[in-house]
């Protein structure tokens, strides 16, 4: 899994900093969905010649901080979703309440 973590107050966090007062804009910017219940967006994205060689996408916003989550299989050929689905989105529930809560 590969994380990036941006904040808005003009401190590089990871290399990445977003230029907005908060990171909701930022986040829809690079969302690849529409958000679930808890605010966290992702969705597969194939990215070889079979269905499985892909990646998983995940992106929220707590107040000024936005996240970019990234998974793939560490396998090759092997399916993202054994690894990724449900493990990267409980990694992102855990960043986005540590980063400011759930609501």
Same mark, same amino acid.
């Given at each position: 899994? %590969? #994380?990036?973590? #941006?904040? &808005? =107050?003009g401190q590089i966090? =990871? $290399?990445?900093v977003v230029p907005c007062s908060d @990171? &909701?804009?930022?986040a829809a910017a690079f969302s690849p969905g529409k958000p679930d219940d808890q605010g966290i967006a992702f969705d597969y994205f194939p990215v070889s010649g079979t269905p499985a060689a892909g990646v998983?996408?995940?992106v929220f %916003? %707590? $107040?000024?901080? !936005? #996240?970019f989550l990234i998974c793939?299989? %560490?396998v090759d050929g092997e399916a993202a979703s054994r690894e990724c689905e449900d493990q990267v989105h &409980? @990694? @992102?529930? !855990?960043?986005?309440? #540590?980063l400011g809560g759930l609501g």
């Open positions: 899994m %590969s #994380a990036r973590l #941006a904040s &808005t =107050d966090v =990871d $290399g990445h @990171a &909701t804009d930022w998983y996408h995940f %916003s %707590s $107040g000024r901080y !936005g #996240a793939k299989s %560490s &409980t @990694a @992102a529930l !855990g960043w986005k309440l #540590a």
